[in-house]
């Protein structure tokens, strides 16, 4: 299993049922200074309110800066500026539909992708059957929302051929 991917397709599952999961925010203690491209600040800019949809709350000081004042609880100690530089990145590809209400699959994939557990991070056993019983929870599917394969399976010869049983 890879356990990056696993989560994260648990992750948009559940943003794609639940929406209002976004609005579990958290409050910056000290808000975050964030430095982009004037062209993605000002597109980040352009969608406050849908930013505000998502659970952030942003002050912006100049054309190229912005601080983060508040975040989505899901994304809480993951790296904001990377986020916002992907939230950009879907703006600026048009990823939203026609009635700027609904967060689409590319975002709520974004979304997912920086709120679940790293690669190779270490997970305690408890930490690995909460990820179990969450995909229990949800329609899960093999890949992840980017469509990476999540799980793969390994017949018993090929195992057992590891370890020169065959």
């Known amino acids: 299993i890879d356990q990056h991917a696993f989560h994260e397709r648990i992750l948009y599952e559940k943003l794609s049922a639940d929406h209002s999961l976004l609005q579990t925010t958290q409050p910056l203690l000290v808000p975050e200074a964030v430095s982009l491209q004037a062209s993605a600040v000002a597109l980040l800019r352009e969608h406050t309110t849908m930013l505000m949809k998502l659970g952030f709350k942003l002050n912006f000081v100049d054309e190229t800066t912005f601080e983060v004042l508040q975040v989505p609880s899901i994304l809480t100690d993951r790296d904001i500026d990377t986020i916002m ?28 992708c920086h709120a679940a557990v790293r690669a190779g ?43 020169d049983r065959l």
């Open 85 to 112: 530089q992907s939230l950009s990145e879907n703006f600026a590809g048009g990823m939203f539909d026609g009635t700027d209400n609904e967060v689409t699959h590319n975002v709520l994939a974004t979304m997912a």
């Open 121 to 163: 991070e270490e997970l305690s056993v408890a930490e690995l059957k909460s990820l179990i019983n969450q995909a229990q929870e949800v329609d899960f599917f093999h890949n992840c929302p980017h469509g990476r394969r999540v799980i793969r399976w390994f017949g018993i010869n090929e195992v057992a051929g590891w370890f």
